[in-house]
C-alpha cells in the first residue's frame, strides 16, 4: 500500500515569506498528524486532525502557522510570515484511528517530511 | 508532563558488534513507550512498542527493548549490528492527552554510526 505523501520535499525561503506543505496520509486514515522536527531534536507535535476536525493544536503557533484538512483527507500547513527559527522538517504521520494502544490500527505511519531553510 | 531523555547523541560501534541505546522517560502512569529509527531524507519507522505485559519486546530488523519500570528504562538492543542499521534512533514516550486521545512524546535522539 502507498505510504504517506509530502510535498515539497525540501524548500529554501527568506524570512516574512509564506510557504506550504502538502500531505497526503494512506488512504482511509482518519487521523492526521503535523510534526516538526529542529535539527538535534525530537519531533514535536503541532496539530492532531480527527477526519476534518482538529483534536490537538495546543503546540502550534497560532500566530504564524495554519492547516487545515477540508475533506479530512489531504491536508495542508502553511506558515505566514516565516521566521528565522521555523528552519526544521515538518513531518506528516497518519493512523486508522486515534490513540496508541491496542494494535496496529493505532500506529502513525510517518511521510519522508519537507525540510525547511529559512534564510 | 511526560518527557523522555536519550543521553547518548552519537554513539559509534562496529559491525558485528552489539548495541545498546539507553533511554530514560518520566510520565505518571503506566507509559507506552515506543523506539523510531530515521534514515536520512526518510520519515521514521516503527521499531517496536510497549504497551503491557511481556517487558521484553521484540521488533523489527532484529532489535529488542526491555522495559525496566524500577529505572524508568526502556534501553533499545541488538546483538549483532549491521552496516544498514545506521540511522537516528527516537525513543518515544505515549500519554493521554484528552479523552481517548494520546500524543507522542520524542526524545532528541541517538544517531548511530556504523564503523566496517
Known amino acids: 500500500e502507498a505510504g504517506v505523501a509530502q510535498s515539497p520535499r525540501y524548500k529554501i525561503i527568506e524570512k516574512r515569506q509564506s510557504v506550504a506543505f502538502w500531505c497526503n496520509p494512506i488512504?482511509?486514515?482518519?487521523?492526521l498528524y503535523w510534526y516538526q522536527q529542529i535539527l538535534g531534536q525530537g519531533p514535536k507535535l503541532l496539530i492532531q486532525?480527527?477526519?476534518?476536525?482538529?483534536?490537538?493544536d495546543s503546540q502550534l503557533p497560532k500566530d504564524r502557522f495554519s492547516a487545515e484538512r477540508l475533506k479530512g483527507v489531504d491536508s495542508t500547513l502553511k506558515i505566514q510570515p516565516a521566521k528565522l527559527e521555523d528552519s526544521a522538517v515538518y513531518l506528516c504521520?497518519?493512523?486508522?484511528?486515534?490513540?496508541?494502544?491496542?494494535?496496529?490500527?493505532?500506529?502513525?505511519?510517518f511521510g519522508p517530511g519537507t525540510r525547511l531553510t529559512v534564510l | 508532563a511526560q518527557s523522555v531523555t536519550q543521553p547518548d547523541i552519537h554513539i559509534t560501534v562496529s559491525e558485528g558488534a552489539s548495541l545498546e541505546l539507553r533511554c530514560n522517560y518520566s510520565?505518571?502512569?503506566?507509559?507506552?513507550l515506543f523506539w523510531y529509527v530515521q534514515s536520512p531524507g526518510q520519515g521514521l519507522q516503527l521499531l517496536l512498542k510497549?504497551?503491557?505485559?511481556?517487558?521484553l519486546v521484540q521488533g523489527i530488523k532484529g532489535f529488542e527493548a526491555e522495559f525496566k519500570r524500577s529505572q524508568s528504562s526502556f534501553n533499545l538492543r541488538k546483538p549483532s549490528v549491521h552496516w544498514s542499521d545506521a540511522a537516528e534512533y527516537f525513543c518515544?514516550?505515549?500519554?493521554?492527552?484528552?479523552?481517548?486521545?494520546?500524543?507522542?512524546?520524542f526524545g532528541k535522539g541517538t544517531l548511530l554510526t556504523v564503523n566496517p
Open positions: 504521520a497518519s493512523s486508522l484511528i486515534p490513540g496508541l494502544a491496542g494494535g496496529p490500527s493505532r500506529e502513525q505511519f
Open positions: 488512504s482511509g486514515h482518519a487521523t
Open positions: 486532525f480527527q477526519n476534518n476536525g482538529v483534536v490537538d
Open positions: 510520565y505518571g502512569a503506566t507509559p507506552y
Open positions: 510497549y504497551f503491557s505485559g511481556d517487558t
Open positions: 518515544a514516550v505515549g500519554a493521554r492527552s484528552g479523552g481517548s486521545n494520546y500524543k507522542l512524546t
